[in-house]
């Protein structure tokens, strides 16, 4: 036997994730990059128990259900079609392929609906065997929940290091998709912790919201990304971040380009704080060069480097003075986050930094540690604004005192129905504030009390204004007794009242939904879904020789069981070719599938046996046996003629049956027929017995019946032998007589011997 086998597709499943899903964070890198591939613009991270419990969200594209089948599946993605795909890369990853890894490792379920769809999916899988799909309500894009990563790898899980270490790795990960996606917004949550939360508002915005001020103020645009100075010069080589295509790599190339074109800035032991966002055609690297596809390397190793090195030395020529000291006029600087379609084509330009107060995920902190600093950055965002706030106060007051003489006339206004007047010198002000109105909504539900248990758990209603869709959905549960509201509505618009209405998202399961107005912006939604119903049928055969005995009845008697009690009952003839069929009957009770079963009433002398729906009926037809004694009269076999043995031949009703016994001397002239039907067609079998003829003089005749048995005798004349004399002659006398005789003709012999020899 040879040592080589084919491995089972499970194992092989869970070697290829060895290769795929490294650790926690490598896993969410493939997940954050199918986002990415599906066109999503707001991506969500949810990270519990050191990244064994994880859960990443989406806006995008979704799947539909072919491609939601297809997803877990080895091999399967949208991304190549030929060989020649794989060295021509345009896009992040090969949809699937990562899935199917992390699906063999951890037990994993996607929930995803296209925009075009009504109806979502979700697919269960436990160590890649799928156990679940199903229709689902949900909004378009993808959620995919991961739960107890390597559980059936202990090795692996083994060696998985502490949470705090698996949470930087991901962190880290999370943050340079991050910085190379400054379009999409990323939200990280660790432990429920927000960690990272960008606005997807472009480069400056970014790069503000995951490292603060500090850096920001501190980075100089160059033509292949940002360089920065020498206040925020670092302890390695880590923070130049390279982006070739927008794909986060490590390239030893670029890193020796940078650091060779800072030449002399650079303090011993410090490396430059830098920024490289890389364009390159596909053809000309190879980004499977690790497993990870995090190390690239070129076609043309000394043309990039030459290429970058340059543009370092070009921009520190020219802008030495100008960018590479710290930039103290950024505090004029405005990075406006409410416009995300703006580019900010020079950070450093006059202007104020305008933010909400946020979170801020600071890269590093002064020990190399990764750190939240929400008060550092609040306090940098703050000191922005106060200082934008005073020029422009002090910009309003200069005017004012300018038009302080000319203030002597004044303007009034008479009242404007529902607004508020406001005199500003010679300007008036009128304020009206719209007024608002808010829609209820209350889910109503006909499926005799979820009866067949497809009820969802929850179900998302959308508003409608003036016959439009608008992105206003509520969700409504059991929980809150499946009762919602839109609220802070514009009551108008143009100067028309707006009407609302609201449609419900598709519930799916056979539900139909009505939509019933019920008062001035009062609505209910009625779902109504008839319980599944089913059949129960079934037929009787019959194991009784054909009826041999007339025992089968004419009907019989056929209950419904209903998870063990009898519901239904019905009367079966020959008629009905002995089948019966329960229809209309419910498939479900609570939410549990009914349990169906048939029983027969007895039927008197057969034995009964039920197969699904299906009853046999047993009898076996009653037997008996004939006895025959063979009885001689022949004088005790005097003339020596009876026979060593005699054959009987058995008849039912008149007709031969093919069966004999021979009766002997050895076995006494005695026998039995048995194993004999009782009954043909219902009707009792009479059993009789002929004897084969004996010859030799002998007579047959044949005395008894089947019940007592039947005794056959032979009967034979002797014949007589010698004359008789008389009654009371006997062979002794013969012998007297014969004995006489002879002596006489002795005597006679012997007197006449001597007369001759004399």
Same mark, same amino acid.
């Given at each position: 036997m040879g040592y080589i086998k084919i491995l089972d597709e499970s194992v092989s499943n869970i070697i290829a994730a060895g290769e795929v899903?490294?650790?926690?964070?490598?896993?969410?890198?493939?997940?954050?990059?199918?986002?990415?591939?599906?066109?999503?613009?707001?991506?969500?991270?949810?990270?519990?128990?050191?990244?064994t419990e994880v859960k990443i969200n989406d806006n995008g594209i979704g799947m539909d259900k072919e491609d939601t089948l297809l997803s877990i599946e080895r091999h399967a993605t949208s991304k190549i079609s030929t060989k020649d795909d794989v060295f021509n890369l345009q896009t992040y990853g090969f949809r699937g392929e990562a899935l199917a890894s992390i699906a063999a490792v951890s037990k994993l379920t996607i929930s995803t609906r296209t925009?075009?769809?009504?109806?979502?999916?979700?697919?269960?899988?436990?160590?890649?065997?799928?156990?679940?799909?199903?229709?689902?309500?949900?909004?378009?894009g993808t959620e995919i929940e991961v739960r107890d990563l390597f559980y059936n790898t202990p090795a692996r899980k083994k060696f998985l290091r502490k949470e705090s270490t698996e949470y930087n790795k991901i962190r880290d990960i999370v943050l340079k998709?991050?910085?190379?996606?400054?379009?999409?917004?990323?939200?990280l949550e660790l432990d429920g912790k927000a960690t990272i939360n960008t606005s997807g508002r472009g480069i400056d915005n970014t790069i503000l919201e995951l490292f603060g001020k500090s850096v920001l103020r501190n980075l100089n645009k160059f033509e292949y990304g940002y360089l920065g100075n020498v206040e925020i010069l670092r302890s390695s080589k880590d923070y130049i971040f390279t982006y070739i295509n927008k794909r986060y790599v490590k390239s030893a190339t670029i890193e020796r380009a940078v650091i060779d074109g800072y030449y002399t800035k650079l303090m011993k032991g410090k490396y430059p704080f830098a920024i490289i966002f890389f364009d390159i055609d596909p053809a000309e690297i190879d980004v499977n060069v690790h497993p990870s596809k995090k190390i690239v390397k070129f076609s043309n190793d000394k043309a990039i480097y030459r290429q970058l090195k340059d543009s370092i030395d070009e921009f520190f020529y020219h802008n030495d003075r100008e960018n590479w000291q710290p930039n103290i006029d950024l505090l004029k600087q405005n990075i406006n986050v409410e416009n995300k379609d703006e580019k900010i084509s020079n950070l450093f330009s006059d202007e104020i930094v305008k933010t909400d107060s946020q979170k801020f995920f600071s890269f590093e902190t002064h020990d190399g540690n990764f750190s939240g600093v929400n008060s550092e950055a609040d306090k940098d965002v703050a000191s922005i604004v106060i200082e934008a706030e005073t020029e422009k106060n002090y910009s309003v007051e200069k005017s004012q005192d300018?038009?302080?003489?000319?203030?002597?006339?004044?303007?009034?206004?008479?009242?404007?129905?529902?607004? #508020?007047?406001?005199? !500003?010198? @010679?300007?008036?002000?009128?304020?009206?504030? /719209? =007024?608002?109105?808010? &829609?209820?909504? #209350?889910?109503?539900? !006909?499926? @005799?009390?979820?009866?067949?248990?497809?009820? /969802? =758990?929850?179900?998302? &209603?959308r508003l409608i204004a003036d016959g439009q869709p608008t992105d206003k959905t509520v969700t409504l549960t059991k929980d809150n007794n499946w009762t919602g509201s839109f609220t802070d509505l514009d009551e108008y618009k143009a100067g028309k009242k707006i009407e609302y209405t609201v449609r419900e998202e598709n519930v799916g399961n056979g539900y139909t939904s009505v939509v019933t107005k019920t008062g001035e912006n009062n609505f209910t939604v009625t779902n109504t879904r008839e319980p599944e119903k089913t059949f129960v049928e079934g037929s009787k055969t019959w194991d009784d020789a054909n009826n041999q005995d007339g025992k089968r009845p004419t009907e019989i008697t056929v209950n419904l069981l209903k998870n063990g009690t009898k519901v239904a009952t019905k009367k079966v003839t020959e008629k009905d070719g002995w089948k019966w069929k329960f229809e209309n009957l419910d498939k479900y009770e609570n939410g549990e599938l009914i349990n169906y079963t048939i029983v027969e009433e007895k039927v008197e002398g057969y034995t009964t046996e039920v197969e699904g729906y299906n009853v046999k009926n047993k009898y076996t037809p009653g037997k008996t046996s004939v006895q025959v004694t063979k009885a001689w009269k022949d004088n005790n076999d005097q003339d020596k003629k009876r026979p060593d043995s005699v054959t009987?031949?058995?008849l039912a009703d008149g007709k031969e049956t093919g069966k004999k016994v021979v009766l002997t001397k050895e076995n006494n002239w005695t026998g039995s027929f048995t194993d004999l039907d009782e009954y043909k067609d219902g009707k009792k079998i009479e059993y009789t017995v002929k004897e084969k003829a004996v010859g030799n003089g002998y007579k047959s005749v044949i005395t008894g019946n089947a019940k007592e048995g039947f005794v056959?005798?032979?009967?034979?004349?002797?014949?007589?032998?010698?004359?008789?004399?008389?009654?009371?002659?006997?062979?002794?006398?013969y012998t007297v007589l014969l004995g006489l005789s002879g002596t006489a003709l002795f005597s006679v012999f012997r007197r006449k011997r001597k007369e001759e020899l004399k």
């Open positions: 899903v490294e650790n926690p964070a490598s896993m969410i890198k493939e997940m954050i990059e199918n986002s990415l591939d599906a066109k999503a613009t707001v991506i969500k991270i949810e990270v519990f128990k050191g990244g925009a075009a769809s009504n109806t979502g999916y979700r697919i269960g899988s436990y160590g890649g065997v799928v156990r679940k799909f199903e229709e689902i309500s949900r909004n378009p998709e991050a910085l190379a996606n400054t379009e999409v917004a990323f939200i300018v038009n302080l003489e000319a203030a002597e006339s004044t303007i009034t206004e008479e009242k404007v129905e529902e607004y #508020t007047t406001e005199v !500003k010198g @010679n300007d008036v002000v009128n304020t009206h504030t /719209p =007024g608002k109105t808010s &829609v209820q909504v #209350t889910k109503a539900w !006909k499926d @005799n009390n979820n009866q067949d248990g497809v009820r /969802p =758990g929850i179900v998302t &209603v009987i031949e058995l056959v005798t032979n009967v034979r004349t002797p014949k007589p032998r010698i004359p008789k004399t008389g009654a009371g002659s006997n062979s002794a006398l």
